[in-house]
């Protein structure tokens, strides 16, 4: 009888593994970051870095002035950023992969800052005069032109986000509702 059962338990156990991997290939957006998420994700690489830039580059007052303008929608992004990581590893192992993932983003971008200050305040700066424009953009739409180079959470779904200024777009600001006006229609914005 207890060979019969340790058999059943370890017939049990690998169809339990193999149950589990079917789960995981039958839903693969199960690990993928939705498109909000990629916003966040974006969101908290450029926050991390503008909050090296504050304390690196004397940019507190601008950055200060960036956490205050974006609040709302920082707040927003930072809530989608909790819940993705809890959905991909679970409430516990989830609260601390999200506080991991955000410490790695302000290390790497204090790293940066110490190896090339000078144009990585440079660039900052530049992030932050576009940021705060009279006409600034809704914070989506100004992450979503930034390059971001770091490890991503879901780079299972071959998802590449990195933390790096990098070139800075031009951005043309523009009242949200001729932006949206804009994004909808695909044209060109008016000069």
Do not use: W
């Amino acid at each position: 009888m207890g060979m019969a059962f340790k058999t059943g338990a370890v017939a049990l156990a690998a169809l339990m593994t193999a149950s589990s991997a079917l789960a995981r290939t039958s839903h693969p957006s199960a690990k993928c970051a939705k498109t909000e998420e990629i916003s966040a994700i974006q969101a908290a690489a450029v926050q991390q870095q503008l909050m090296v830039a504050a304390l690196t580059c004397n940019e507190i007052s601008r950055f200060n002035s960036f956490q205050t303008s974006f609040g709302p929608e920082l707040r927003k992004f930072d809530a989608t950023l909790n819940r993705m990581f809890r959905r991909l590893y679970g409430v516990r192992q989830g609260e601390a992969e999200y506080h991991a993932f955000k410490t790695r983003l302000a290390n790497d971008s204090s790293i940066r800052s110490i190896h090339d200050n000078v144009n990585y305040c440079r660039e900052a700066g530049s992030l932050l005069t576009t940021a705060l424009a009279p006409a600034k953009p809704s914070l989506v739409t100004f992450v979503a032109v930034m390059q971001v180079v770091q490890e991503s959470p879901v780079d299972s779904c071959q998802l590449r986000v990195a933390t790096n200024f990098g070139e800075i777009p031009t951005v043309i600001p523009m009242p949200k509702p001729q932006l949206a006006a804009t994004l909808t229609s695909g044209t060109a914005p008016p000069q």
